[in-house]
């Protein structure tokens, strides 16, 4: 004799299911239930010189309106978002497609830079983010007088 009632163990099974696809949507990037939001992750290129740290993100159709750039510490954020509307006509049909996706990329620095000298230029679905590096610390020599 079983002490799971079949209706238990139906409901039980759907809701693992639930719990399974939401944990595979999370761990993708997706949002439950709304197919037309998606994250993205743009490719992003650092380049370190001795002077400053230089990145790129290619981040195409993101108006620059929708995109912001942040420093904290030595962590440099990156967000934006993505939006297309798309509108076929024909003679026997009408199709609208809309599509937004987010990213959002948290970068640490190396090294510390001039928070003040940063230039970011975004053109033609390129951004690009110049850090000047601070100067490095020196080590001062100190002479010790003999009394």
Same mark, same amino acid.
Not at 35 to 61: C, M, N, Q, Y
């Given at each position: ?5 079949r209706?238990?163990l139906?409901e039980d099974l759907?809701?693992?299911?639930r719990?399974?696809d939401h ?5 993708l990037g ?6 037309r939001?998606?994250?993205?992750f743009p490719t992003i290129?650092?380049v370190?010189s001795d002077?400053?740290i230089?990145i ?5 159709g993101? &108006?620059?309106?929708?995109l912001s ?6 962590t440099l954020r %990156?967000?934006?978002? =993505? !939006?297309? +509307?798309?509108?076929e ?8 497609e ?15 830079v &001039?928070a003040?000298?940063i230039?970011a ?7 690009? %983010?110049?850090l000047p =590096? !601070?100067? +490095?610390?020196k080590?001062?020599?100190i002479p010790?007088?003999?009394?």
């Amino acid at each position: 004799m079983s002490l799971i009632k079949r209706e238990s163990l139906d409901e039980d099974l759907v809701a693992f299911r639930r719990q399974l696809d939401h944990l595979f949507d999370a761990f993708l990037g997706r949002e439950p239930f709304d197919l037309r939001k998606e994250h993205w992750f743009p490719t992003i290129d650092e380049v370190e010189s001795d002077k400053e740290i230089v990145i790129r993100a290619e981040l195409p159709g993101v &108006d620059e309106k929708d995109l912001s750039v942040t420093l904290l510490g030595n962590t440099l954020r %990156i967000k934006g978002e =993505k !939006k297309s +509307e798309k509108e076929e006509k024909g003679k026997n049909f009408h199709r609208t497609e809309n599509y937004y996706g987010t990213f959002e990329r948290a970068l640490p620095l190396s090294a510390s830079v &001039d928070a003040e000298k940063i230039k970011a230029d975004y053109t033609k679905g390129v951004l690009e %983010i110049r850090l000047p =590096k !601070k100067p +490095e610390l020196k080590a001062k020599e100190i002479p010790v007088l003999h009394s």
